[in-house]
Structures are given as C-alpha cells and as structure tokens.
C-alpha cells in the first residue's frame, strides 16, 4: 500500500497488477508508464509483482490481506495499477478482494473500472457492503453505456471518474450517481481539455444534487495549470468522508 497524491483519496491498495488497454483513455496510462519503471526492480523485496510484463494480468495474493492489518480508517484506491474487473481474472479472485474489503468495514475502498460489461455481469454476483464504492471511467461519450452498467450493480455509492475528459458529455445520465470526478489529461502529449465541457458537466451535477469533484486541468505541466475552476475549486465528496 502506499499514500496516494490523488486528490480523491488517501491510498492506494493494489491486490491485482497488470492490465491491457481497453479505450482511448487508456492511451497515455499512468499505470503503465509506471509499471514499466518498476519492472527493473522486479527482485528488489517490495517489488516483486512488477516483474513480469505489464500486460501479464495476475492476482497479487500477499497483498490482498494488506487493508485488514491497518486499523486506522483510510479511504483506498483499489487497483491504481490495474483493474479489477479484468477479463483475466478469475471471478473467485475477485470475490476474495471483495471478502477483504467487506471485513475491514472500518475504511472506505473506491473501486474504479472501465470493464463495464463484466461490472455488469459479475456484479450481480458480488455481495456489496456500504464502505465499497463503485466507480466507471467514461472518457468520452462512445462509453456511456459504462453508466448504465454500473447502475445495475449493488453498490451504494456510484461514482465516475470523467478523465481523461476528451470530448463534451452534455447528454449525461445521473440518475443513481452520488459523485463525479472531473479531470484533463497529464503527460508529454495531453490530449486537450475545454473549460466549457468541465463547466457544463458541473452544471448538470448542480441539477442533479451530484456531488461533483474537479481534479486538474492536466497538461505538460499539472501544476501549473493548477485546478481552479469558475476561480474556485470543487473538492465535493459523496458522503462525509474528506480525505484528510
Ligand atoms: S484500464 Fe486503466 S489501468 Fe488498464 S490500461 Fe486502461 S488506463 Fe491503464
């Protein structure tokens, strides 16, 4: 586990590693770019799941009972490195890092996928305590559906992670969303984002009682750019659980 520079959460938990791309907002993945930095230290204690490729998909068994040892309540990014959901993946797998998040019902565990087909499939399998929020990655609006996929799971919070924003989404469904993340991309080559598209998705947010988070605007230089919008920002939270 390790502390996360997200905004959204506290840390990060990664009891699977490895994945494919599936969208185009999988082209510049951050896990990727780090995965293949860690691989060189594949027999360095620590860092032993990077060894193999990073499309070499696995469960991550000595990391799965991670959350259970910690007591103090933390909110987690589940699979920074991968996704959960992944078609390579066994569905017990899966249902083994459900079992740990239920038990350890003292923190808050964000499960954030863009394999909505199987969310919806295999989601009707899974039991899904309160602390488990689920969320889908939409990037444009050719994977709208990925929203009506994680409606029909049993979570309790739903959230969307609209980054990297590539195009408007002025059409959004948000019936059953408690919560969206908002942000441009990063990198060496981002893929531009227009404050109109960020205002007008807040906008809906308002409309629909949402909470709406906006993370960064991205580009060559995040931190410059900084993520004032409207000449604020929007730091809200689905429920009261404000990373500290
Ligand atoms: S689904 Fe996520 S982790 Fe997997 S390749 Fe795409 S961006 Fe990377």
Same mark, same amino acid.
Request: proline share 5%; glycine share 10%.
């Given at each position: 586990m390790a502390e996360s520079s997200i905004e959204w959460t506290?840390?990060?938990? +990664?009891?699977?590693?490895g994945c494919t791309k599936i969208s185009q907002g999988c082209k510049f993945c951050y896990a990727e &770019?780090?995965?293949?930095?860690l691989q060189g230290m594949g027999k360095v204690t620590?860092?032993?799941?990077?060894?193999a490729d990073f499309k070499t998909v696995l469960p991550y068994r000595d990391h799965l009972d991670l959350p259970l040892k910690r007591k103090t309540p933390t909110t987690y990014f589940v699979n920074s490195m991968s996704d959960l959901f992944h078609e390579d993946l066994?569905? $017990?797998? &899966?249902?083994?890092?459900?079992?740990?998040?239920?038990? $350890?019902?003292?923190h808050t565990f964000q499960v954030?996928?863009?394999? =909505?087909?199987?969310?919806?499939?295999d989601g009707q399998l899974l039991f899904w305590p309160d602390n488990v929020w689920m969320g889908v990655s939409v990037e444009s609006d050719k994977h709208l559906d990925r929203i009506d996929a994680l409606r029909t799971t049993g979570a309790k919070i739903k959230f969307l992670s609209l980054e990297p924003l590539l195009g408007p989404l002025p059409n959004l469904?948000? $019936?059953?969303i408690d919560w969206v993340i908002?942000?441009?991309?990063?990198?060496?080559?981002?893929?531009? &984002?227009r404050p109109e598209w960020v205002d007008d998705i807040r906008q809906q947010c308002e409309a629909a009682g949402v909470a709406f988070f906006f993370k960064q605007w991205g580009?060559? +230089?995040?931190? =410059? =750019?900084?993520?004032?919008?409207?000449?604020?920002?929007?730091?809200?939270m689905p429920v009261n659980t404000v990373p500290a």
């Open positions: 506290q840390q990060t938990w +990664n009891p699977t590693v &770019i780090m995965h293949k930095r620590g860092f032993e799941k990077y060894k066994p569905l $017990a797998y &899966i249902v083994d890092v459900f079992r740990v998040m239920t038990f $350890a019902r003292w954030l996928t863009k394999r =909505a087909d199987r969310l919806k499939t469904n948000l $019936a059953g908002v942000g441009g991309e990063s990198g060496l080559k981002p893929r531009p &984002i580009g060559t +230089n995040k931190k =410059a =750019a900084g993520r004032l919008l409207n000449g604020r920002t929007y730091d809200e």
